[in-house]
Structure formats: C-alpha cells, structure tokens
C-alpha cells in the first residue's frame, strides 16, 4: 500500500465513530470511502443497499472513539441508548422505545434490544452481556422492528457483535496494551491478543485472549467501630472501591470439508469481576447531614455510603456451531448454540433493612437503642441461566430477481433466580420487641428477613420468511412475515418476614402467546448513489409473570394499587419510517437519513410499589416514538476526515393508567401518566469528530482525532416524573417522618435532588503514529472531567437511599499494537 494511503485509512477510521467509514487508496486515484459489508438481513450486502437504518462500526473506530465499554461505545452510535447500572449491568434502548431501568429483581423481564454474537442469542433484559470490544470485525446496530428475522426481543432494534473468523492459509499475530490512570482513582488498564493459524488448506483455528482491569473511582463512606453499632464512634473513607476485572478467551475452529460444506465451532468464556458500583449516593438513612443521634454525615462527589462489601460477578460461556452447505442455487446454514452464565449481585442492603426495621418499630428502636436499624445486613441476588437455541434456514445464493430466505426458530430457557437476605440476630430482634408480623418463618433460612427462589422454564417456536423481488433495476420489494409461538412456567418460593410466604414446593403460575411479526419495505433508486426506503414492520417482546408483592411491609394504599396485578401481555409496535441512503463527490461524502413514527401498544412498565420494596410490571395500552436520525460523513481530501450524528426522538405515553383507591378516588399509577416520556432514553443525542493525518517517514504516519458526544436528559422511570418525587422531608411529603425520621432530625428537614437526569458533554482525544504492523498512542478521554448523572439507584423508593450511577472521571492512557 502507498504511504499516503496509510495515512487517510487510519484517518478515516478514526474520525467516524459508528458508520460506514473505511478507506482503500490502492485502486482509487482519490480518497473515497470504502464499501462496507453486512449481514444485517442475513446475508451479506453492502451497508448502502440495506433497506433500513444500520449502523456498522469497526475495530478501529471502536478503539479510535474511547469507548472501552458497551457504554461508551453507545454514545458514539446514533439511535442507540444505555441504561448504565455498572460493568455487566447494561440495558439498552433504540430510538428511545423503553418502559424503563430494569432492576435485579425482576427476572421474568425481557429485553426489547435483540443481542447477538455473530448469529448467537445472548440478550437478557438485565445482565447484558459486557463482552470485551476486541477482535471484533464489527459491530452492527439495526434500527426499529426486527422481528422478522431475529424474533422476540427484537422489537426495537437488534445489536450484533460480528467477530472475526478463523482464516484458511493465513498465519496472524496482533496484540495491544494500554495503560491509563483516572482522576480521582486508580490505574486500569488491558492486555490482549489473537491469533490465527492454518492447517493445511482446509483448517484454521483463531484464538482470543483479553485481560482488563477496570479502575476505581469512587471513594466509600464506612461506619468505624463494631458492625451495627448503636452510634459509630466516626465515619472512614475507602478509595476507589468500583474497581473490577474482565477476562476471558473465544476459540474458533474453521473446517472446509469441501467446497460446499463449511463447519465452525466456537467456545467463549468470560469472568467479570467487581468490588464495587460506581454510584453515588445523594441520600441515605444512615448516613445523612440531618441526624442529630449520631455524627452528622455529608456525602460528597463520587462517594457513597456502604458498611460491608458489594460487587458482582458474571461466569459466562457460549458454545455454538455454525454449519453452512451450499448447494449451488441456495445455502442451508444452520446455528447452534447454548448459554451458560452465572451471575452474582452483592448489594449493602443494610440501609433498606434498617428502612423496613424503623418502620415498624419506630423509636422503640430510636434514639436510644438503634443497632437493629444499623444491623449489617448483604442482599444476594443470584442469577442461574441455561439457555439453547437453533436455528435453520435456507437463503437463495447471489443476487436474483427475487431472493429469498425461509428458516425455524426454536429456543429453550431454564432460569432460576434467587435472592436472601442474611442479618445476624434478626430473628431474635424480631423475638424480643413482638414483630407484628408474625413468628419467623419455619420454611425459611435463620436470620433471613427476606428469601426468595424462583425456578422458570421458556419454550419459543418459530417460523420465518423473506423475500425481495427486484422489479427493475431501480425498484425493489421486500416483504417478510414471523409466526411465533412461546410458553413460560414459573414456579415461586418466598419466605421471611418481610414477604407473603409461600407453602412448601412453591406457587405454580404460567403464560403463554402466539402471534405474527411482518415486514415491508419498499427501495427506489433515484440514481447510482442515492436510494429511497419505506417500511412498515412489526416487532414483539414477549410477556411475562408478575411476583406477588411483600405484603407485610405494604402500606394499605400500595397494597390497594400494586396487590392485584397477575401476568403482562406481549408488548406489540408498528415501525413506520422513510429513509434516504447516499453518497456524493466521487464517494467522498456520504449522508443517510431515516424519519420513524412508531406505535406502541401494551407497553410493559415498571412500577415500584413503593412501601413493599417490589416491582410490578403495567401494560400502558397506547405509547408512541417519533423522530429523525442523520449520520454525514466527509473526506474532503488526504489529511481530514469530517463526522457527524445526530437523532431526535419524541417518545411518550399516549394513555394512562389509573387505580381506585379505598376512598374511591382515581390515581395514576407509578408515573404511567398519558404524556409522560418513556424512560432511560434521551430526546437528542449526537456525535462529531474530526481527523487529521499527516504521513511521515518510512510508511508511518501520525495522526490525530477529537470526538465530542452529547447526550441529552432523560429519565430513569415513569414514576420519577411524578410531581415532588424529587422531595424527601418536609412539610410537603405525607411520609416526611419515615424517610427521614431516623437519626432525629430536626422538624422540617428536607433533601432535594433532581429527578431527571441532566445533559451532559463528553470530550476525547488521541494522537500517535501509525504503521501496517503497528500502532502507539496518547490518549486523554472525558477531557472537561464530566461527572454524568448516568440512572437513578435507589432502595424501597426513596425511603433508603438514592444515588445515581456515573462514568468515569477523566483519564489519561497510553496504548501500543504490533500485529503480523
């Protein structure tokens, strides 16, 4: 390759941050942006002649851009949104379609973003998988219904990571490193390589292997003296406690038995590790500046308030075989693949304990003998999965007037999700002052309060179909259609004090649907370069089974409006959108831009019910997202490369729901209130970038890229748009004795903090040279120190503790690559 054509590749693939950018110098007499291949219809095209909004970002934009995780990456891909709850517990949303923050303990939850690995499921609702961006070919975004080819989960859009595959009769070595270092925290950093490796002319077998460490930044308030202590003789700080590890390797082994068979399996492990959440706490029952029984407590920025250890670990591992037999005119592919993850949640629960304990006992408790209400008491939340999945179709070969794909579906979930509650001497807290709850439990463990051991088993059938017939060379028609079929069994244990026992063996419950998912879309195009798209899709997400609330801790009024809510049905949208694909300039620009309207009927809303520390899932009957997204991208020349994203979306509720309450009177539910926004995702979001190379001596050449990426405000739930939610204390909240009574306060003592979370700008930078073989670089990402208020973290209402989750402070590093 040139040596001025080295200098507009890397240039190119580090101003774009989620598009169709590359470049190849060696067969063009200009700079042009080169095509990129997808497979977002299941069969590979070029990204410019898919029909509908797809975003593709490579290796190199991905490293380029900053983003070292999920998170960071969604901010440079427009359309797409991330509720961020900490490292392995990322929820996404597309064009702004979302019911709300999914919370631990609501397994029966599914996902409205389809995940995929290649062509593997992985999407859980909660616990998206935060699988290490590296070795990666790309990673594909598709916007709005695709439940048509990819099914349940699929209603708003589908993400897939696209891996690279083992290559036959090519040997090649590549690694990186980084090491970076985070105000206010510690030093992170990773080590990873891949490599690939023929066997004759028919084998080749790619191995990857990563390493990250994952720095702290936030600082912990802890309680000195003995654990549970009536009055804590003084408060410590523990530094940068969020800190984890990610590691893991995928194997992937390709055998071209003949020119027509080709078979690949694959195995994947990873462990994410954390000691820690990066939250920080705005309010805590424990630890506030308004107690007067103990010593005063002021938490400041990026800390929070805990008394034990907390941190999550994620065993993942995949396991799938792809096997591909051609047979001149079509290609039978089949894919099968199972999922095995265990996943444990540790959660400080001390301050939702103590809620629940000064409720009941108020100052029987306080201010003379508090140390029930300070017991130290850890929430584990455990997480079992087994998933297996296959998949069969066959796809008509080349280009065709019609091509076609037709295929089944089947799908088997086992899950078995747990919570318990262990506070040392509860029972006999519980013994001594008369709970009025009742005598402890028999069936449940000693010293657990609350105990909970859910066992669920899916089965999803399905049939799929595709067609496009190209009319003329200008006109095509593509029109699919999915029937689906699922049914799910849940069995349900609940003991302690806190819950509604459940007898020996558990509660059986169930649910099941059918339905049909159909596509059509409609291609003109105008000249060689620029096309015109219409669609009209339906996507799907599977209902499920609600938990019975904790009656005991219920007040009579949550008890009315949260106790009488059974199963949810499937949640159904109509995605209606026109769009524009095109290039211009010989190539050097291109420009897309898609205009969506979606329906949304039976939206599954998340609730907390309050008082009863549950959460109870709503259908909203009518919800509707309207907006625009646009992506441009320049090369004017050699040296600079110009980007620019950006989406506005307009997503609310267009009904309500309401309950009666006992003294007859109508109340909205939860914030579920006709006009409210749907939440986690923001009304705008947009990413620019700008590129600069200049080729140097002996085939390198330095480079130099400033990205930009600004998110705007959003919710974390309905219910945080209610009037005053933001208020705790005071003469205005009817509860102000409860909340923030503990501690004895003075009269009228009231917090304050904001319920929507605000906009915020990201800013990053990186520079270096660059070779064919190997890359060094400084980097500085979050230049301005940005302190984003990411979602609401927040136990038993408010009535515990409220916080937010963050990002990381900035961060300066440095990053080495060598590959042959």
């Known amino acids: 390759m040139k040596k001025n054509s080295v200098g507009w590749v890397l240039a190119l693939s580090l101003a774009v941050p989620a598009g169709v950018l590359a470049a190849d110098a060696a067969t063009q007499q200009e700079p042009q942006l080169q095509e990129v291949v997808v497979t977002a219809q299941k069969r590979a095209a070029n990204l410019q002649d898919v029909p509908f909004s797809v975003s593709a970002t490579s290796q190199d934009q991905i490293r380029n851009a900053g983003a070292g995780n999920l998170v960071d990456l969604a901010r440079n891909i427009v359309g797409l949104s991330i509720a961020d709850l900490g490292p392995g517990q990322s929820q996404m949303a597309i064009r702004g379609i979302s019911s709300g923050q999914v919370i631990r303990d609501q397994p029966g939850v599914k996902e409205q973003v389809g995940v995929y690995l290649d062509e593997s499921p992985i999407s859980v609702a909660l616990f998206t998988p935060d699988i290490e961006l590296f070795d990666l070919d790309r990673f594909e975004v598709l916007r709005g219904p695709q439940g048509t080819l990819f099914g349940a ?10 891996t690279r595959q083992p290559q036959l009769g090519k040997t090649e070595v590549i690694g990186d490193a980084a090491i970076e270092d985070v105000a ?10 891949a490599i690939n490796l023929p066997f004759g002319d028919q084998v080749a077998l790619r191995l990857t292997a990563w390493w990250h460490h994952l720095p702290g930044f936030i ?4 309680p000195m003296g003995p654990a549970g202590a009536d009055k804590p003789s003084g408060f410590g700080i523990q530094k940068a406690i969020n800190d984890g590890d990610r590691g893991g390797a995928r194997l992937a082994l390709l055998i071209k038995a003949n020119d027509a068979l080709t078979i690949t399996p694959r195995v994947m492990f990873q462990k994410l590790e954390t000691n820690g959440y990066p939250r920080v706490d705005l309010y805590n029952i424990l630890a506030n500046p308004a107690t007067t029984t103990q010593p005063a407590v002021t938490i400041g920025s990026l800390q929070q308030y805990r008394q034990q ?25 089949s894919i099968s693949s199972f999922t095995h993850r265990n996943v444990q949640v540790l959660r400080d629960a001390t301050q939702l304990t103590g809620s629940v304990t000064f409720d009941v006992f108020g100052d029987v408790f306080t201010p003379n003998n508090p140390a029930g209400i300070r017991t130290n008491s850890p929430l584990f939340d455990r997480t ?45 807290l519980n013994a001594s002052q008369g709970f009025p709850f009742g005598p402890n439990d028999p069936l449940g463990p000693v010293d657990t309060p609350f105990f909970s051991d859910l066992s669920y088993r899916l089965k999803q059938y399905a049939a799929f179909g595709e067609a496009t017939w190209h009319a003329t060379e200008q006109f095509a028609v593509t029109a699919g259609l999915r029937y689906y079929k699922f049914n799910e069994d849940r069995v349900l244990n609940f003991h302690g004090v806190f819950a509604a026992d459940t007898p020996a063996g558990g509660v059986p419950a169930s649910t099941d649907s059918n339905g049909v998912s159909p596509r059509l879309i409609l291609s003109y195009r105008a000249a060689d370069d620029v096309t015109f798209n219409a669609e009209a899709a339906r996507g799907f997400r599977l209902g499920g089974i609600n938990d019975p609330i904790n009656v005991p801790l219920c007040s009579p009024q949550d008890l009315q409006v949260f106790g009488h809510n059974g199963n949810w049905k499937d949640e159904k949208d109509w995605d209606y959108e026109l769009g524009m694909k095109s290039q211009w300039f010989n190539h050097r620009v291109t420009f897309n831009i898609t205009a969506f309207y979606t329906d949304i009927k039976d939206l599954q809303a998340t609730t907390t019910a309050g008082t009863c520390s549950s959460r109870i899932v709503f259908n909203v009957p009518k919800s509707r997202s309207t907006g625009v997204e646009a992506e441009l991208f320049a090369r004017p020349n050699e040296n600079w490369d110009f980007g620019l994203s950006a989406t506005v979306v307009d997503a609310k509720l267009t009904s309500s729901v309401v309950s009666t309450l006992p003294n007859g009177t109508q109340e909205v539910v939860g914030g579920l209130a006709d006009g409210n926004r749907l939440p986690t995702a923001p009304k705008t979001q947009a990413v620019g970038s700008i590129g600069y190379t200049l080729p140097l001596q002996n085939s390198a050449d330095f480079f130099a890229l400033a990205t930009v990426q600004y998110v705007g405000s959003s919710f974390s739930q309905f219910e945080n748009e209610q009037p005053g939610w933001g208020q705790i204390g005071g003469a205005g909240d009817p509860n102000a004795a409860r909340l923030i009574g503990y501690g004895a306060p003075p009269p009228g003592t009231q917090f304050n903090f904001n319920t929507e979370l605000p906009s915020y700008t990201l800013a990053n930078f990186r520079f270096g040279v660059k070779t064919d073989h190997w890359q060094v670089a400084a980097y500085v990402n979050n230049i301005a120190n940005k302190t984003a208020e990411l979602a609401l973290d927040y136990e038993r209402g408010r009535s515990a503790r409220v916080g937010y989750l963050t990002n990381q402070p900035r961060t300066y590093g440095l990053y080495g690559s060598y590959g042959f």
């Open 219 to 222: 600082d912990a308030i802890t």
């Open 184 to 193: 206010h925290g510690d030093v992170g950093g990773y080590l990873r390589s």
């Open 309 to 333: 250890p907390d941190g999550l670990t994620d065993d993942f591992t995949l396991a799938d075989l792809k096997v591909d037999y051609d047979f001149g005119a079509a290609t039978l592919t």
């Open 384 to 428: 079992h999965l087994n998933v297996l999945s296959q998949e069969l179709r066959v796809a008509s070969n080349g280009k065709q007037t019609i091509d076609w794909l037709v295929g089944a579906f089947f799908q088997h979930i086992g899950r078995r999700y747990g919570q318990d509650l262990p506070t040392p001497g509860y029972d006999a």
């Open 153 to 162: 989960g699929s209603e708003a859009g589908t993400v897939r990571y696209i």
